[in-house]
């Protein structure tokens, strides 16, 4: 039966010769992905269920990442849980504040995420590695429990939306604009349960850094993966990151989807997702002159270094609106030290960013940056909730690094041209 | 079990469910007081156990926290009902045992502070102040026997059990 990535991908770990959507399958997974924002609990349901050992300890990865370094005792107490689980359990994959960064650049950067994979992870972004073939997917607590004690969990085998996009995109238009409008166009519920593959000659030129911000959205369509095919330069990123046997995983070519979306984005504007949905998105020009607080770069969105490049290309010898405060967040150690390397963090620093340590902090309105009531904040993260990201009254627009770099010198919101 | 309907739209995310500022704890009695703050700071104060919230599409979209589900379970919600459940919520509600139904008529049927009856087992959704009767859309096969089992944790319980 012909079958489209994910399907292949469900059928070789539930050792079936096929699957088609609405199947109800125990799948064997390659990582299971945990923080310390959703560790303790899952330690607290594996304990109840009387489980000493883990399935697989090789199968885990645990990041510290949401609120690191601790943002007081109780988070504290969360990172230790989850420490002290991982030297019980021998779990070799544990990553520790400074030699860690955001879950979904961490484990794609250390050769945890490799195409035709099946991850979960207890983070709704998980979603991320669908970057490099994979189906990967968020899981809450209790489903983390059982994937550590049976190395497998259930699933519903879900239909495939195709997502063709072609066209040559503009200057300063980037992958976030590209994911921002998708979404606008499917709504914040038009993948629910459904995987999104994503083809065309704009995601085969696409880089790693652009293609891991397209797949890092799909759940904010609902989605339960997105899939980007693996090919050359995904094989290239496999070998740069050591992992030496990458096999990409292919659609058949008479696979059934649900639906296909063709989408060309040559004619594609910088896009701003307004309050209070990531589906919000309009052209930059329909809310230039929105007066804003706080600029965010970087998360696991846009905290790589193509991302960087662009904001320190905008930010370079300039100087940061009075009113605004800009803070930089790298996606992982390994990234905050090449913007030390190559120069972007002195010309951050200069131009009067604040560079933030790697974490979600920011992003989940936790610590490291926080809105006031009635603030407005120009981020380029994922999401931008009622109180996400701070008081309830705040707001936050989304956008890529170049309309929020540009917009953070001019203190409110421009088009980068 | 009769309660009364505590009424919301479209796409109430994970982040007004309980924000991440509550997320440093992961019990019923500290999220409970917080669930739906940012929605509706009234909520926890006029619910009673055995209440439902009636809800439009995407419900529970967003973070994969399980909180969210735990806080609205904690404040004495017996059951939501919605158009449409965002994915992780949907699992999460059914492993931590907070009942969900799928139903977008009872949803269009039902005001803010109608009284509801609701028959679990059955999926039966009837509002007793307007008048009309529901059957929402059963689980699929294989969660329902997941659900019979008594949830994940029983699942795996009595699957390690077999395995030893």
Request: hydrophobic fraction near 40%; include cysteine.
């Amino acid at each position: 039966m012909a079958m489209t990535i994910a399907e292949k991908i469900f059928a070789a770990h539930s050792g079936k010769e096929s699957v088609k959507p609405g199947d109800l399958i125990f799948a064997k997974l390659d990582r299971i992905l945990g923080t310390d924002v959703t560790c303790s609990l899952s330690i607290k349901v594996f304990e109840e269920m009387g489980v000493e050992k883990v399935h697989n300890p090789d199968q885990l990865v645990l990041v510290n990442d949401h609120f690191v370094p601790a943002k007081d005792i109780k988070a504290a107490q969360l990172s230790k849980n989850m420490r002290e689980f991982g030297q019980q359990q021998g779990v070799k994959n544990y990553f520790e504040v400074g030699r860690s960064g955001i879950c979904h650049t961490v484990l794609p950067e250390n050769g945890l995420a490799k195409p035709g994979d099946l991850i979960v992870g207890a983070d709704s972004h998980t979603c991320t590695y669908g970057a490099v073939g994979a189906v990967a997917s968020g899981i809450g607590s209790t489903d983390m429990a059982a994937a550590w004690a049976i190395g497998e969990l259930w699933f519903r085998v879900p239909s495939t939306i195709r997502v063709e996009i072609t066209g040559d995109l503009q200057e300063w238009v980037g992958a976030k604009d590209v994911i921002l409008y998708i979404i606008s166009q499917l709504g914040v519920e038009g993948a629910i349960y459904k995987i999104l593959e994503f083809h065309g000659s704009t995601i085969e030129n696409m880089s790693m850094d652009g293609r891991f911000t397209i797949a890092n959205m799909a759940v904010e369509a609902g989605a339960k993966s997105g899939v980007i095919p693996a090919d050359d330069t995904t094989l290239a990123f496999m070998d740069q990151v050591g992992v030496k046997d990458a096999q990409p995983i292919e659609a058949d070519p008479d696979a059934e989807y649900e639906k296909i979306i063709e989408i060309d984005v040559s004619e594609l504007k910088p896009q701003v997702a307004k309050p209070y949905l990531p589906s919000n998105a309009v052209d930059v020009d329909e809310v230039a002159g929105t007066r804003i607080d706080q600029v965010a770069i970087g998360s696991c969105t846009n905290g790589r270094i193509e991302d960087f490049e662009m904001a320190y290309r905008i930010l370079k010898g300039k100087k940061i609106h009075p009113l605004v405060r800009v803070v930089i967040m790298p996606s992982s150690d390994k990234i905050y030290a090449e913007l030390i390397d190559n120069g972007f963090a002195r010309e951050f620093v200069a131009a009067g960013a604040t560079i933030a340590p790697s974490t979600c902090g920011l992003c989940i309105g936790g610590h490291m940056g926080v809105l006031a009531e009635d603030e407005v904040g120009l981020y380029t993260t994922n999401r931008n909730f009622v109180g996400r990201n701070g008081h309830p009254s705040s707001q936050v627009f989304l956008s890529g690094p170049a309309v929020a770099a540009a917009s953070a010198i001019a203190g409110e919101i421009v088009s980068p041209k | 079990m009769e309660g009364t309907a505590f009424k919301y739209g479209n796409n109430v995310d994970t982040d007004v469910i309980i924000p991440a500022r509550y997320c440093t704890s992961f019990l019923a009695e500290e999220l409970a007081p917080h669930a739906l703050e940012d929605l509706d700071d009234t909520f926890v104060k006029r619910v009673n156990q055995g209440d439902f919230i009636v809800a439009g599409r995407n419900f529970g979209c967003g973070s994969s926290r399980e909180n969210a589900p735990i806080a609205i379970k904690g404040a004495g919600a017996a059951c939501v009902i919605a158009e449409s459940f965002a994915r992780i919520f949907y699992r999460n509600s059914i492993n931590i045992g907070l009942p969900i139904l799928e139903c977008p008529e009872a949803v269009h049927g039902t005001e803010e502070g109608d009284k509801l009856h609701i028959n679990l087992e059955t999926g039966e959704i009837e509002n007793l102040t307007r008048g009309g009767k529901w059957i929402a859309a059963p689980f699929p096969e294989g969660i329902q026997e997941i659900i019979e089992l008594g949830g994940l944790v029983s699942y795996v319980k009595k699957r390690l059990g077999a395995e030893k």
